[in-house]
């Protein structure tokens, strides 16, 4: 089995409600998630500033942000396996890769709406 480690926001409401959906995919616990918004330094391999910037992973001691840590998440999950495999498809990573960088520039507005949705 694959040693997966998952950091998130959990400051960010769109990061929250997308974690608790893996979570709820993923029934074997085979992924460790931390949430680098908290206080604790030592739960983040690399500036937080950064680590909260992009998603990151680390799968097997190898360190994956963007696209490459969705798809390493991905296929640790049954049911999403089949998109985390083909993301291993370079011209696949990178058209995941393109639709984060897009994701990431409505990100704030999308968190806004989500704060609103939450109150």
Do not use: K
Request: charged share 25%.
């Amino acid at each position: 089995m694959t040693d997966l480690t998952v950091w998130h926001d959990g400051a960010c409401p769109l990061c929250r409600r997308e974690i608790a959906l893996m979570r709820r995919f993923d029934r074997r616990g085979a992924i460790r998630f931390v949430d680098a918004s908290t206080g604790d330094g030592s739960a983040c391999p690399i500036d937080r500033t950064e680590l909260l910037a992009r998603f990151h992973v680390c799968e097997d001691g190898v360190m994956l942000d963007g696209a490459a840590a969705f798809a390493a998440m991905w296929r640790a999950i049954p049911l999403l396996r089949p998109i985390g495999l083909a993301a291993r498809n370079a011209s696949v990573l990178a058209s995941l890769e393109w639709l984060y960088a897009r994701f990431l520039t409505i990100r704030p507005f999308l968190q806004r709406i989500a704060r609103r949705v939450a109150t």
